[in-house]
């Protein structure tokens, strides 16, 4: 199973929005709705930003949210803070049962 | 509340087996299965496997298809990862995470396990 590919950085200023993307297959990001996507500083366990797509857990802030079309799904960030600068993982199950991730993001905050 | 305490680190050498675990500890165990994820020094994350603390039931990544083993001890509420074979590029920190099923998302995180493998 390949890795989903994201591209390897974004940057983006305070208060602007940032989108990363996530591209697959139909045999995962485009065939099912159970994308996910992690959060990661340095030296950390990662930390479940969105699942299902667009679902957000309750205690990560609504300036995170997901969205699927077709093969890519995408994490928008608002408000862009300092501390959201971080990897950022996409993940997606596969056709085979499996969970396959994508290649991270590093997000810079300028 | 939730928490996920994995082993503490371990240094193998080339072709011996590691077994980290995982307790569980501020739910209801049986209702989550564990999925194990790991990312070597400056990589990206790579997953491994998912286990059902329900009935034991796994599902693995294909490349490491007949290397790795997951097992649930329900009593003492504890998930197991044997990693047979060991190569170096199976350094790593590996995680636990607590998922209802595979790809349903990991809410809750281990802190880590380092293992090196190095003659």
């Known amino acids: 199973q390949s890795a989903l590919t994201q591209p390897a950085s974004v940057s983006g200023s305070p208060g602007q929005s940032i989108t990363i993307s996530c591209t697959g297959t139909?045999?995962?990001?485009?065939?099912?709705?159970?994308v996910s996507w992690y959060q990661q500083h340095p030296g950390k366990a990662p930390k479940l930003m969105i699942y299902d797509v667009s679902n957000r857990p309750s205690r990560v802030s609504n300036r995170f949210s997901g969205s699927k079309s077709g093969n890519t799904a995408s994490l928008t960030i608002s408000g862009l803070q300092a501390e959201d600068e971080a990897d950022y993982y996409c993940?997606?199950?596969?056709?085979?049962?499996?969970?396959?991730f994508g290649g991270g993001t590093k997000l810079t905050v300028l | 509340q939730v928490q996920l305490v994995q082993s503490g680190a371990e240094v193998k050498k080339p072709g011996a087996s590691v077994k980290v675990s995982c307790k569980a500890s501020g739910y209801t165990f049986t209702t989550y299965g564990i999925s194990w994820v790991r990312q070597a020094p400056g990589q990206g994350l790579e997953w491994m496997g998912w286990i059902s603390s329900y009935n034991g039931n796994t599902k693995f990544a294909q490349s490491l298809q007949g290397r790795v083993t997951m097992t649930t001890d329900t009593s003492t509420s504890t998930t197991y990862m044997e990693l047979r074979s060991l190569r170096s590029d199976d350094t790593a920190v590996y995680y636990c995470?607590?998922?209802?099923?595979?790809?349903?998302?990991?809410?809750?995180w281990g802190q880590g396990t380092l293992v090196t493998v190095s003659s």
């Open positions: 993940t997606s199950y596969t056709s085979a049962n499996t969970l396959v």
């Open positions: 139909s045999s995962d990001v485009g065939g099912y709705n159970y």
């Open positions: 995470g607590r998922e209802e099923a595979v790809a349903r998302g990991i809410d809750y």
